[in-house]
């Protein structure tokens, strides 16, 4: 396996640049809890966040974000989750008219989505008490209720909701949980893309690699950028070379790689005149 160390020996300034990057992106929000955060109290920014996480397959950054306004401002808050629960066809009609389609994978499977979200926080309907009464493996074991969560060995999404619950504002919503040892760390798409480029994967095939091998080696790389508060990590690469407005989000957020500190490594960089 790739080695984060002998990586780090043989490209200091590549690794500095990419503390740099961390850095500057730790502060962007999250689209998920950009639009949970809007909702009245606790329970109902986690249930949004719980809904936004499971939501956010196949379709870019900005879309997801638009996606999530448009049922937020349709079904605010609670209505989330009390009785009765919206049809299917009031929760397809937000979907078709936010994309101006029906063209989505998840396209069949939201309103199931949006029911199951909905029946697991009737389950719990104290969600910060059921997150300080369990450890996050347990809480990892919960999510499984949810509809389209994951039920493979890292369960992605479940992960991810995990992370955006308890890490610390302005990352995550700071929720507090028994004392346990944390799942793998978030490996979005992005993050691959940047090991598999511009990290310690970059000569060896992240794509070849064993799941396992690849969260372990992500892991490692988010501790050895950010050994304080390595999901900060995470957070930031999760927006390298993934699509935002009508660009990169990195491009967008650094005056189309003017202000990046990748710049000098990355091949996809804007070059300058």
């Known amino acids: 396996m790739a080695s984060v160390r002998r990586f780090i020996q043989d490209e200091p300034a590549l690794f500095k640049a990419s503390q740099e990057f961390v850095e500057k992106f730790a502060g962007v929000e999250d689209p998920v809890l950009s639009v949970a955060r809007k909702a009245k109290g606790l329970n109902a920014q986690v249930a949004w966040t719980l809904l936004g996480t499971v939501l956010f397959q196949d379709r870019t950054y900005a879309e997801i974000t638009q996606l999530l306004e448009a049922l937020y401002e349709k079904f605010p808050d609670d209505a989330l989750w009390n009785l009765p629960v919206?049809?299917?066809?009031?929760?397809?009609?937000?979907?078709?008219?936010?994309?101006?389609?029906?063209?989505?994978?998840?396209?069949?499977?939201?309103?199931?989505?949006?029911?199951?979200?909905?029946?697991?926080?009737?389950?719990?309907?104290?969600?910060?008490?059921?997150?300080?009464?369990?450890?996050?493996?347990?809480?990892?074991?919960?999510?499984?209720?949810?509809?389209?969560?994951?039920k493979k060995s890292v369960r992605p999404k479940a992960c991810a909701a995990i992370y955006r619950l308890f890490a610390p504002a302005p990352l995550g919503l700071g929720l507090e949980f028994r004392n346990g040892r944390m799942p793998p760390l978030p490996l979005t798409m992005g993050a691959r893309r940047f090991l598999a480029i511009l990290g310690p994967a970059r000569d060896t095939g992240l794509a070849d690699m064993e799941p396992e091998k690849k969260q372990a080696l992500a892991n490692a790389y988010f501790v050895a950028l950010c050994k304080d508060e390595p999901y900060r990590s995470a957070h930031a690469l999760q927006f390298f070379l993934e699509f935002g407005e009508g660009d990169f989000a990195c491009r967008e957020a650094t005056r189309h790689c003017a202000d990046c500190p990748l710049y000098e490594f990355c091949d996809y960089a804007m070059r300058r005149e």
Do not use: C, K
């Not at 919206?86 to 029906?102: L, Q, W």
């Not at 063209?103 to 499977?109: K, P, T, V």
């Open 86 to 150: 919206p049809i299917a066809p009031e929760i397809n009609a937000v979907v078709a008219d936010t994309f101006g389609s029906r063209n989505w994978s998840l396209f069949e499977h939201v309103a199931g989505i949006f029911w199951s979200v909905g029946l697991f926080v009737r389950h719990h309907p104290d969600l910060a008490q059921w997150a300080r009464e369990r450890r996050p493996e347990e809480v990892w074991r919960d999510l499984g209720e949810i509809y389209f969560m994951g």
